[in-house]
Antibody, heavy 125, light 109 residues
Framework: EVQLVQSGAEVKKPGESLKISCQSS????????IGWVRQMPGKGLEWMGI????????RYSPSFQGQVTISADKSISTTYLQWSSLKASDTAMYYC??????????????????WGQGTTVTVSS | SSELTQDPAVSVALGQTVRITCQGD??????ANWYQQRPGQAPILVIYAYNSRPSGIPDRFSGSSSGNTASLTITGAQADDEADYYC????????????FGTGTKVTVL
């Protein structure tokens, strides 16, 4: 079974650093893009960035470029999302997602086919 | 523009049909995927590649597209279809990131 299992909830103070994780299982880790999605309390879904562990290619949403760092450890099939200095506005649920692909009628199609359970990050003084 | 706009909320009587729409310029030449997020849960993919369903998604869910509008239709809505639904399509980065719609809350009466 394909699974993404995320690290547990975090409570931090403004200015602190944080690294949350997403461990993949049930598929070849280096063959799929893994991304991160933010959901602020009561709000919608926002793409943060995405990484291809096979060659470490990383794309960031302009809104998150320079605010977070995405990385991976291929040896343990784990992707990370990291902050160097948290703000109260980083309080949110964070989901890791796998970008799946399908070949239909001569075309490739892509979508987020597997989601992690989410990691709640609370930043408060 | 790469924005995708959805109606904030719709309601449907149990067993009836509801259509959720997603509008955006990018939909004129790209497909939308749809995600369901039940309260307190992570989203799941319900429609990809215009009108394909992942394994385990009931066939009462279907997708369609015309012009700048993509639609998700639930035919014979059930109580556990009550959820937030988000469309997603490409942006200037392609589908590496893409953009999510604003979300529609579906209430089953």
């Amino acid at each position: 079974e394909v699974q993404l299992v995320q690290s547990g909830a975090e409570v931090k103070k403004p200015g602190e650093s944080l690294k949350i994780s997403c461990q993949s299982s049930g598929y070849v880790f280096t063959n799929y893009w893994i991304g991160w999605v933010r959901q602020m309390p009561g709000k919608g879904l926002e793409w943060m960035g995405i990484m291809y562990p096979g060659d470490s290619d990383i794309r960031y949403s302009p809104s998150f470029q320079g605010q977070v760092t995405i990385s991976a450890d291929k040896s343990i099939s784990t992707t990370y999302l990291q902050w160097s200095s948290l703000k109260a506005s980083d309080t949110a649920m964070y989901y890791c997602v796998r970008r799946g692909s399908w070949y239909i009628g001569g075309h490739y199609y892509y979508g987020m086919d597997v989601w992690g359970q989410g990691t709640t990050v609370t930043v408060s003084s | 523009s790469s924005e995708l706009t959805q109606d904030p909320a719709v309601s449907v009587a149990l067993g009836q049909t509801v259509r959720i729409t997603c509008q955006g310029d990018s939909l004129r030449n790209s497909y939308a995927n749809w995600y369901q997020q039940r309260p307190g849960q992570a989203p799941i993919l319900v429609i990809y590649a215009y009108n394909s369903r992942p394994s385990g998604i009931p066939d009462r869910f279907s997708g369609s597209s015309s012009g700048n509008t993509a639609s998700l239709t639930i035919t014979g809505a059930q109580a556990d279809d009550e959820a937030d639904y988000y469309c997603h399509s490409r942006d200037s980065s392609g589908y590496h990131l893409g953009v999510f719609g604003t979300g529609t809350k579906v209430t089953v009466l």
